[in-house]
């Protein structure tokens, strides 16, 4: 059972330009959560997405950044016209059907710089 | 909003000592979570801890869900060169939807030859 997938591992943009992160969860997970990690900081939640539904988007800038989680294939964390401050780590996260019990694996990262 | 405080920010141990670390919150949690991040990697889970009071271990990791729900630490014992990293402390609330997880700023853990 494959983890969860995340690509592209390493993303430079120069300011302006878009970047598009994508994540695979694990096979049966249907919950998917996207967080950032600036240098010596702490994960920070952006978004929980579900099959086609974000169920809560608040740790989301409400600018520039979008993220969606269709039908079929990946989640993508979608950031337009980058700024230098996006630089950061982006970790997506899946988790089952939610249950009292399962919580959440976090893929290896995407490594976004910004030029 | 809900903040976790981590302590220490940073450890410098001698291989083969033990190791203490722990999260206090603001507000309680209904699970605490602890994470291992190795560089380039994302963060791995070693304890989950879901009833305040709860003790479990994990080979030579032992976690504690605090009995206030608002703090849990974390002890590594007898370390070993492979236990360097960051430790992150997490807590998740797991109601009404909300599953996110606030984590703490982390303990870098370094061994010393």
């Known amino acids: 059972n494959a983890g969860v997938m995340q690509n592209p591992r390493h993303l430079v943009r120069r300011r302006g330009q878009e970047a598009r992160l994508r994540c695979s969860p694990m096979?049966?997970?249907?919950?998917v959560y996207w967080y950032r990690q600036l240098p010596e900081e702490g994960l920070k939640f952006m978004v929980y997405l579900q099959k086609e539904n974000i169920i809560d988007e608040s740790g989301m800038p409400k600018e520039r950044f979008s993220a969606e989680f269709p039908k079929e294939g990946p989640s993508i964390l979608r950031i337009q016209q980058v700024v230098r401050g996006d630089s950061a780590a982006y970790f997506c996260a899946s988790s089952p059907v939610a249950s009292s019990t399962d919580t959440q694996y976090f893929g290896p990262g995407t490594r976004l710089t910004v030029l | 909003g809900q903040q976790l405080n981590q302590s220490p920010q940073s450890m410098f141990i001698q291989e083969g000592e033990d190791v203490s670390m722990n999260c206090t919150s603001s507000?309680?949690?209904?699970?605490w979570l602890w994470y291992k991040q190795e560089p380039g990697e994302g963060p791995v889970l070693l304890i989950a801890l879901y009833k305040a009071g709860e003790l479990t271990s994990n080979g030579r990791l032992t976690a504690q869900f605090g009995i206030t729900r608002k703090d849990s630490f974390l002890n590594i014992s007898a370390s070993i060169p492979s236990d360097v990293g960051i430790y992150f402390c997490a807590g998740q609330l797991r109601m009404n939807r909300d599953d996110k997880i606030i984590f703490g700023k982390g303990t870098r853990l370094h061994i010393l030859p």
């Open positions: 507000s309680i949690f209904n699970t």
């Open positions: 096979k049966g997970h249907s919950h």
